[in-house]
């Protein structure tokens, strides 16, 4: 009986050889294939983590299992990047510009004032300066300027714009270092800025950083609880720690162009800081060369300025405009007697939606628009009267 199974096992037909060759290769590159991603997880993953450990780092397996696939970091070192240096760095350029403005008071001065400095910026190659001050009395005032280089000179004052409290000073030179200007209504709130000013013991720059922590569109410079329309009003707000010794010193962006100078105005008994933004300069700058800072317009009122949140608190219909308007409600208190304003029939009370062309919103308030005029021009000044619109002609 076995003899006959064993005789019927070898008597069955053997499988072509060719198709055991396949099985044999397809078995093969399974096995080839799966040894190969074990083998890439290993040297990849596994053998790296391994290394980590000293015990296996220093075997030669190791080293060569790895090659250069893998960079064993065997020390730690804490890396310090000191904001100094880099702030120094990127502001490098703007530095060269930043200037000292030494003022003392003149020979024939009966009462002396005390000296004074603060910092200030050169705009132009030509030698136009600016700083900021709080009233100016040239004939009695003598500026001298020191660059960061060290050179000194005697300044002449071109102009100073009481609508922005700018000084413009000028040197006699060519070819100095000027400040590139930005457009400040790009500028937007967590924009990262830089006070500079120049030490008067080293003559080395010293900054204050920080951020644009606000567009202040509302702030009014009059230091009154009312807008004047003689006044700048919009400025940026930054959250430098101590304003005080940067008075009239620039501050710049990152690129080293100017985005506002720093000011100061007086409310109450605390005085306000903030920076006049760089394209309320750049006017200033502009009318200080044509000779025409001195011809701004003077409307003569006091107002406040209007937006969604004011306009319904008081139930007003208009959300954009200037409100004439004082605190007792008096007509002599917000439109000024023999002013622009007055002699156009400007009431307390009334609101101003338009000057010309443009309309009054809190991006144009009134006194920008008003201060792009100059004395002896004529404007049609749209009002909302008791709720009627009308148009005044007001003749600057």
Known sequence: MDSQNSSEKNSQPKKPWHKRCIRGVLFLMVVLIFGGVSGAIFVKAVFPWLATFPVFAENSFFQQAIGDNVTIINKTEQVVVREDSSINTITSQASATVVTVIAKPGQ?????????????VILTGDGYIVTYADSVDEKETIYKVILSDGH??????????????????????????????????????????????????????????????????????????????????????????????????????????????????????????????????????????DKTLDKRAVLGVSYQSLNKFNAVAKDFEQENG???????????????????????????????????????SPQTPLSTIVAGYSIGETVEMTIIREKKEQVLTVKF
């Open 108 to 120: 024939d001065v009966a009462i002396p004032k005390p000296v004074t400095i603060s910092s200030g």
């Open 152 to 289: 000194q000179y005697d300044a002449s004052v071109e102009g100073f714009d009481s609508y922005t409290k700018l000084l413009f000073l000028k040197v006699e030179d060519s070819n100095l270092p000027a400040i590139a200007l930005a457009n400040s209504n790009d500028v937007r709130p967590g924009k990262k800025v830089v006070g500079i000013a120049n030490s008067v013991i080293s003559r080395e720059s010293i900054f204050t950083t920080g951020i644009v922590s606000a567009v202040d569109v509302t702030f009014n410079t009059s230091g009154e609880v009312v807008a004047s329309s003689e006044k700048l009003e919009g400025v940026l707000r930054t959250d430098f720690v101590d304003h005080k010794k940067f008075l009239g010193s620039p501050v710049v962006d990152y690129n080293s162009e100017l985005v506002g100078v720093i000011a100061k105005v007086a409310i109450g008994d605390n005085e306000e800081y903030y920076e006049i933004p760089s394209n309320a300069v750049r006017d200033a700058l502009n009318r200080t060369v």
């Open 322 to 360: 200037a409100l004439i308007f004082s605190p007792s409600g008096r007509q002599g208190l917000a439109v000024l007697a023999g002013s622009s304003a007055q002699k156009a029939g400007i009431k307390v009370g009334d609101i101003i939606t338009k000057v010309g062309q443009t309309g009054v």
